[in-house]
């Protein structure tokens, strides 16, 4: 007759494994026993632990029922067997007869031959594979579900047992691969600049071997029950929090309502929590496995959807840790390794003790990159597989410099860094010296210094700096780390914030600039084949009035009769600038006739980004207070290469003939006018590129806060009008990019730059 299931009294087996393993002796009789308790309450006559070496190996390491004799002898290369087809697949195998399988692999020093049913299941240790546990039968039979899942239940907590090195000390299993030893180097992207080395903390953290198994079922199962009634009532609210202000797609938050309401998700949680694993430890084991399974997926499609049944399980973890909050404890040189960070994760840790951030997935517009940048915290993302890679505890080192993250780097590239570091420290300390220092070039001309912000946390930047002032207020970051669309209330509080910590300086408010690379999870917009050209900015603006009114009614009331700037994104013609300006008017008005204070001056501005107003400037310049020139999106636009694509970001050189001579002739057409300029692209903080833009003759330059000193720097070594005889030469005579040449001219003239 086939053996009956196995393990009804899970709980109790579950402990024997704990206390098997956390026994004396060596760890290889622990093993023993563990494989041992494992073939008795399963019913099998065959149970056998196969574990990973750096190799990538699998190595037979404890059975019961094959012979003994193949322990550490049996070893099967990456990919090969049943064992390395589970490796590979990240799932169980259920076979009712074994040696029929293509992959099955015979190994006489086994004695395997007289078992057919085959039952193995990876030991998962978040998303990575670091063994497989099998159980096999004589009679040929399929295991029942519940049999299955029973195994994958026992394989997570063996699994974190064993890698945590908690109860079977590491060194016992030397050569074995639990956690990635071996230095490595993973390339990425550049999210926030800078360099730092530190210790890895993990932003989801495997649950603690320790509070793995629960004490009391019934109560964990209402823990699982209340968690997840709160997951889904927060779904729901999101959803309904949608006010219909933009065309919000709902196809994301109904993903996640679906997943949320899953009866298969949530029966494994169930059941998982049923055979005595706490609420914590159920979610992660479910979602070990989707991650090992869907993780391989090529289709982007399913890629999508493991990325939404993490956000769930993250949020699932949260509400079971009560307080909704992630914020731990750090080391006082964390590096926090994560998948990706929401809306305010990363503001919850202590910013004083987080050296660097190393993302898995991301993009520089994300919101953990604009944070990361805000706060000055060194940033890499797009690191692929980072997060399997890399244990609590192991140094790491962010290279934002070039791009790169060190996992457990040799001594050498360690001293490498840390000296880098210095020199990066020492030039910090060189440019806070200059913080009083007005910037005039050697000969005397004055250059007003600005600086970007977006956030509260961009403040504390503005005394630091010696900024004067905020050239560009992206005030659509607000929106990017929110849950939800902030009210017309929380706008006015912010702007009035910025206002009052501004005080004097002037701030440049820019109306949201959505669209394009700046989507909200909220507010899903239609999926666009051009999203850089589509629906964005001042156009999504002026075809959904209310919110951009509700904005700027929301900064009238912030400027409570002090001067007010307001700026528009990506104007491409003079037509939108109009209709755009005369919202303004028109909330003026509104304010006036309730007897409101209005601003005591007001300036409207337009970003030059877009090509098209370059030859229209004779019909623009007459309608604004002032212009400003986004060199990120105009660069994007003038050489069509997307800012977002890495293969072709770095393409084009701003410091070539065509872009130098569209900046000349906006500055020109300015100074021809009398209108104010300034230039807040990222380039305007680059020194190099400040003095070109210098030399062109622009004098107001906004930049990233870390920027400022640098760039001031390089101002006060410099001689505009040597400047301007050199660049003008250079752009007559040359046919690409002139950066070499800009590079010497300035050496030549003993630039800092
Ligand atoms: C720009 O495009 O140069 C700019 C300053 O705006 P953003 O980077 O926010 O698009
Ligand atoms: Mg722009």
Request: charged share 25%; hydrophobic share 40%.
């Amino acid at each position: 007759m086939a053996p009956q299931v196995a393990i009804r009294g899970q709980r109790s087996l579950l402990r024997q494994i704990r206390e098997a393993l956390a026994g004396g002796g060596p760890a290889q009789q622990r093993l023993d026993m563990v494989v041992r308790i494992i073939a008795l309450s399963m019913v099998a006559e065959v149970c056998s632990i196969y574990l990973r070496r750096a190799s990538g190996e699998m190595e037979l390491f404890a059975t019961e029922g094959l012979d003994v004799k193949a322990v550490h002898v049996t070893r099967m290369k990456p990919g090969e067997g049943l064992v390395g087809e589970i490796m590979r697949l990240g799932r169980p195998l259920n076979l009712a007869d074994a040696p029929e399988h293509p992959a099955f692999s015979y190994r006489p020093e086994t004695g395997e031959d007289p078992y057919h049913a085959f039952l193995g299941v990876p030991l998962l240790r978040g998303g990575r594979a670091i063994g497989v546990l099998v159980v096999q039968n004589r009679t040929e039979r399929t295991y029942s579900e519940d049999e299955v899942e029973d195994l994958q239940i026992i394989a997570m907590v063996l699994a974190e047992m064993v890698a945590s090195g908690e109860l079977v000390s590491i060194g016992d299993l030397e050569g074995v691969e639990l956690a990635p030893r071996r230095p490595e180097r993973i390339k990425g992207s550049k999210f926030a600049d800078g360099l730092a080395y530190g210790v890895a903390v993990l932003h989801e953290p495997p649950v603690a071997s320790s509070q793995l198994l629960s004490e009391d079922v019934v109560a964990e199962q209402q823990r699982l029950v209340s968690a997840l009634t709160a997951l889904k009532d927060q779904i729901d609210q999101m959803l309904e929090g949608q006010h219909g202000l933009v065309d919000a797609s709902y196809e994301v938050l109904e993903t996640y309502r679906m997943f949320a309401h899953d009866r298969g998700w949530n029966r494994s949680l169930e059941d998982a929590v049923k055979n005595g694993l706490t609420a914590e430890a159920a979610v992660e084991r479910v979602r070990s496995e989707h991650r090992a399974r869907l993780g391989q997926a090529r289709d982007p499609y399913l890629r999508e959807r493991l990325h939404d049944l993490e956000d769930l399980n993250d949020r699932l973890l949260r509400h079971l840790s009560g307080d909704g909050s992630m914020a731990r404890d750090l080391p006082d040189n964390a590096i926090l390794i994560a998948r990706n960070l929401g809306p305010a994760d990363l503001l919850e840790y202590d910013r004083h003790k987080l050296r660097g951030l190393l993302l898995e997935e991301g993009s520089s517009a994300s919101h953990a990159a604009i944070v990361a940048r805000a706060l000055d915290i060194p940033c890499v993302g797009r690191l692929a597989g980072l997060r399997d890679k890399v244990s609590e505890g192991d140094p790491v080192i962010v290279d934002a410099e070039t791009g790169e993250a060190y996992l457990r780097p040799r001594p050498d590239v360690t001293s490498a860094i840390k000296a880098r570091i210095e020199v990066r420290r020492q030039r910090k300390a060189e440019f806070a010296k200059l913080r009083d220092t007005p910037a005039f070039t050697r000969d005397g001309v004055k250059i007003t210094l600005l600086m970007n912000a977006g956030l509260d946390v961009d403040l504390e930047s503005l005394a630091d700096t010696g900024a004067e002032g905020i050239g560009l207020f992206r005030t659509e970051f607000q929106f990017m780390v929110s849950e939800e669309m902030p009210r017309a209330g929380a706008q006015t509080a912010l702007y009035a914030r910025v206002m009052d910590a501004a005080g004097d300086r002037p701030v440049t408010f820019r109306t949201l600039d959505l669209g394009g690379d700046k989507v909200l999870p909220y507010m899903e917009a239609e999926r666009e084949e051009n999203p850089a050209l589509g629906w964005r900015a001042v156009r999504m603006g002026l075809d959904r009035p209310a919110l951009l009114r509700i904005q700027i009614r929301a900064l009238i009331n912030a400027a409570r009769g002090r001067p007010l700037r307001i700026m528009f994104p990506l104007v491409a013609s003079c037509d939108e600038f109009r209709t755009a300006r005369s919202l303004v008017d028109t909330e003026i008005a509104w304010a006036q006739r309730r007897g409101k204070p209005t601003p005591s001056r007001l300036d409207v501005g337009a970003m030059i980004e877009a090509p098209s107003l370059i030859w229209h400037l004779d019909a623009l310049l007459p309608m604004t207070d002032f212009v400003s020139v986004g060199t990120n999106d105009l660069m994007q636009y003038i050489f069509a290469a997307d800012r977002g694509n890495p293969r072709v970001a770095d393409r084009y050189d701003f410091l070539s003939p065509p872009m130098l001579r569209a900046m000349e002739a906006i500055q020109r057409a300015c100074a021809e006018t009398g209108t104010p300029v300034s230039v807040c692209g990222e380039m305007a903080g680059r020194p190099l590129e400040a003095f070109t833009l210098v030399a062109l003759g622009f004098e107001r330059l906004s930049m990233p806060p870390t920027g400022v000193g640098p760039v001031k720097q390089m101002v006060l070594s410099c001689d505009r009008e040597a400047a301007r005889r050199g660049v003008s030469a250079l752009l007559k005579s040359s046919a690409g990019s002139v950066r070499n040449e800009i590079e010497t001219l300035a050496r030549k003239l003993y630039l800092a730059v």
